[in-house]
């Protein structure tokens, strides 16, 4: 389905509940908290390619011999 086919659907659907103030106020309700999803999981993954750049770039620096890194077993009996 197309975007315009989408919402006509959605208007379709509405129409039964549209002179139910608490019911329309649910629906927006509704839409704007997935609207805020949408906003936040883009944000979250943003965030997460920024983190596996400079994770990439970090760990490219230690290869090439620019960083010193340490065992693993050294920083578990750290913890």
Same mark, same amino acid.
């Given at each position: 389905?197309?975007?315009?086919?989408?919402? /006509?659907?959605?208007? =379709?659907? @509405? /129409?039964? @509940? *549209?002179?139910?103030?608490?019911?329309?106020?649910?629906? @927006?309700?509704?839409?704007?908290?997935?609207?805020?999803?949408?906003? *936040?999981? *883009?944000?979250?993954?943003?965030? @997460? =390619?920024?983190?596996?750049?400079?994770?990439?770039?970090?760990?490219?620096?230690?290869?090439?011999?620019?960083?010193?890194?340490?065992?693993?077993?050294?920083?578990?009996?750290?913890?």
């Amino acid at each position: 389905m197309t975007a315009i086919e989408l919402q /006509s659907e959605l208007l =379709r659907e @509405i /129409s039964p @509940i *549209a002179e139910d103030e608490g019911l329309m106020r649910k629906v @927006i309700g509704y839409v704007r908290k997935l609207a805020r999803g949408r906003d *936040a999981t *883009a944000e979250a993954d943003e965030e @997460i =390619r920024t983190n596996l750049r400079q994770a990439f770039a970090e760990f490219k620096e230690c290869q090439e011999g620019k960083c010193e890194t340490r065992d693993l077993f050294d920083v578990l009996k750290e913890l």
